[in-house]
């Protein structure tokens, strides 16, 4: 993890040098960059303006830690926010070490889970505003990050989160899609791949959750337009991951030569069914495969 600590006085200094210490005593392996702006300590503060610093560093961190006041932070990032799937974590901690907030990307980029670890750090306390958070309430994309998932549909999540916020249910659904497919395949053919698999499965499409592949096909436009049009998650894993997957599965030589594991829709079918049976092993329709899995464990 690549980490931005900026600090903005000389009391904000100090505590950024003990806040480095104390992460580094358990977390070596990461890198921190320390940037100090402050005209009492011209030895070692930048020339740049905080802006200028904010903008150099904001898409090549994971985290950005800012020891100054809240305003400052704000106005300083305000000019580079582009979505929560891609921003950093933006935590906010005041000189005096009294509190450590939440600013930016919470539940994708992590830093409601940051102001948790931090905090205990430097004895402040954490300042979490999340309505989810607030409310002990589900929130989707924070169990996207949990499980490493990436979120293709983000109207839909925020559709899932208003509506666990207004007190209802998440639909129980069971099932999900494990596909692969040829670079290119159309929406149409994914369609009718997925739709005779479910109906000689004996499966209605009101009980699949989501759809689910490698991480290669992450951008495959007609996996894409499919979950789209249909309202279901489109859940990716890296090769590392699949390569773990627990369980017996069909393989191929093939496969394992393009995409580097060697079966892609049964093994991705059972990551997104939380390790969850598989219901039927690789079916193939026209060059697109399918597989499916029951969830494990789906709590309302």
């Known amino acids: 993890m690549k980490i931005l600590m900026l600090a903005c006085s000389r009391q904000a200094y100090d505590l950024m040098q003990t806040l ?38 904001f898409d090549r ?4 830690i800012f020891l100054c006041a809240t305003g400052i932070a704000v106005r300083s990032i305000a000019p580079y926010i582009k979505h929560k799937s891609i921003d950093p974590a933006v935590l906010v901690i005041d000189e005096m070490g009294v509190f450590c907030i939440s600013l930016l990307s919470g539940h994708t980029g992590g830093a409601n889970h940051m102001v948790k670890k931090v905090a205990p ?11 989810s958070d607030i409310e002990g309430k589900f929130a989707v994309d ?20 208003v509506s666990t916020l207004e ?4 639909a ?39 759809v689910s592949s490698i991480d ?28 773990q997957t627990k369980g017996v599965f069909t393989s191929s030589e093939f496969v394992e030569q393009i995409t580097g594991v060697s079966n892609v829709c049964e093994r991705s079918a059972v990551e997104a069914a939380g390790g969850g049976k598989l219901l039927c092993h690789k079916h193939s329709y026209q060059g697109v495969t399918v597989a499916l899995a029951e969830k494990k464990g789906m709590a309302e």
């Not at 961190?61 to 950005?64: I, L, P, Q, T």
């Not at 996207?144 to 293709?152: C, E, F, V």
């Not at 951008?219 to 894993?237: A, I, N, P, V």
């Open 61 to 64: 961190v994971d985290v950005m």
């Open 121 to 131: 750090m430097i004895g402040a306390l954490p300042v979490i505003t999340t309505a």
């Open 172 to 210: 129980k659904r069971e099932i999900a899609i494990g596909i692969g497919c040829k670079k290119g395949t159309s929406e149409e053919k994914i369609e009718d791949a997925i739709r005779q698999c479910l109906l000689e499965e004996g499966i209605e499409q009101g009980e699949v959750f989501a």
């Open 167 to 170: 007190g209802a249910k998440i």
């Open 216 to 243: 290669l096909k992450k951008e495959e436009q007609g996996l894409l337009s499919y979950c789209d049009k249909t309202g279901l998650l489109f859940l990716t894993y890296s090769v590392h991951t699949l390569q």
């Open 20 to 57: 480095k210490t104390e992460w580094l005593q358990s977390e070596a392996e990461d890198e921190i960059i320390t940037i100090v702006k402050c005209s009492g300590l011209q030895a070692v503060s930048t020339d740049k303006t905080l802006l200028e610093v904010v903008g150099e560093w």
């Open 142 to 161: 924070e169990f996207a990050r949990q499980k490493g998932l990436t979120i293709t549909n983000w109207q839909l999540a925020k559709e899932i989160a």
